[in-house]
C-alpha cells in the first residue's frame, strides 16, 4: 500500500507570497490533519480535515487554511507569508481518526525570505 | 489547557546502554499515547501506542512504554541501545472526549555511540 506523499517537497517563496501544498492520504484514509514543525516548538497541530469538512482546527491565524476532496486528497494554503512561517509542513492520514495510529508523509520543506 | 512536556532535549548514550525518555501531559480527561520516532532522513513513524489496558505497551525495535495515570507520564524505555536507534523521538497525547488535539511534545534527539 502506498505511503501519504505529499508535494512539492521543498519550496522557496518571498514575504508576501501565497503557497499551496497538496497531500495525498494512504487508499482508503479519510481523515488527513496537517502539522507545522519548528525546531524551537516542534510538531504543532494545524488542522484536521475529514469527508472534506474541516474537523478540527489549531492554534493558527486565519492565513492558514485547508481543504479537502472528494478523493480525501488535501491541500493547504497560506496567504501573506511571513519569514516565520519557514518550517517543515507535515501530513497525516489515518482511517477514520487521529485518535487511532496516524500515518506521515514526508513533509514539504517551506522557506520564506 | 493541554500540553505535553519531554524534559530530556538532547540524549547521548553509547551502545547497550539503557535508555528512559520522559513524557509528562496535562489533561485531566481520558487520553490515547503515543511515541513517533523520525530516524534521519525518514519520516515520523509510531513506536507504539496506548489506548487502554495494559499500561504496559511494547513496541517495535524493542522499544516499550509505561503509563502510570496517576503520574500523567508516559515513558519510554529501552533496555539496550544500538547505533541505529539514533533518531529523534514525539511524544503525542489526543484526548479522546470532545474537541480533540493532537498534542505532540518537542521532541528528544538520542544520539547512540557505536
Known amino acids: 500500500k502506498a505511503g501519504v506523499t505529499q508535494t512539492p517537497r521543498y519550496l522557496i517563496k518571498t514575504r508576501g507570497q501565497q503557497v499551496t501544498l497538496s497531500c495525498s492520504p494512504i487508499?482508503?484514509?479519510?481523515?488527513v490533519s496537517w502539522y507545522q514543525q519548528t525546531p524551537g516548538q516542534g510538531l504543532q497541530f494545524l488542522f484536521e480535515y475529514f469527508s472534506e469538512t474541516q474537523r478540527n482546527k489549531g492554534n493558527f491565524p486565519g492565513r492558514f487554511s485547508g481543504r479537502q476532496f472528494s478523493n480525501s486528497r488535501s491541500e493547504m494554503n497560506v496567504s501573506t507569508l511571513e519569514l516565520g512561517d519557514s518550517a517543515l509542513y507535515l501530513c497525516a492520514s489515518s482511517f477514520d481518526s487521529p485518535k487511532e495510529t496516524q500515518y506521515f508523509g514526508p513533509g514539504t520543506r517551506l522557506l520564506v525570505l | 489547557a493541554q500540553s505535553v512536556s519531554q524534559h530530556n532535549h538532547h540524549v547521548i548514550l553509547s551502545e547497550a546502554a539503557s535508555l528512559e525518555l520522559g513524557c509528562n501531559y496535562s489533561y485531566g480527561g481520558t487520553v490515547n499515547l503515543f511515541w513517533y520516532v523520525q530516524y534521519p532522513g525518514q519520516h515520523l513513524q509510531l513506536l507504539l501506542k496506548y489506548f487502554s489496558g495494559d499500561p504496559l505497551v511494547k513496541g517495535i525495535k524493542g522499544f516499550e512504554a509505561e503509563f502510570i495515570k496517576s503520574k500523567f507520564s508516559f515513558n519510554l524505555r529501552k533496555p539496550s541501545v544500538q547505533w541505529s536507534d539514533t533518531a529523534e523521538y514525539f511524544c503525542a497525547v489526543i484526548s479522546t472526549s470532545g474537541t480533540y488535539k493532537y498534542i505532540f511534545g518537542t521532541g528528544t534527539r538520542l544520539k547512540v555511540l557505536a
Open positions: 487508499s482508503g484514509h479519510r481523515s
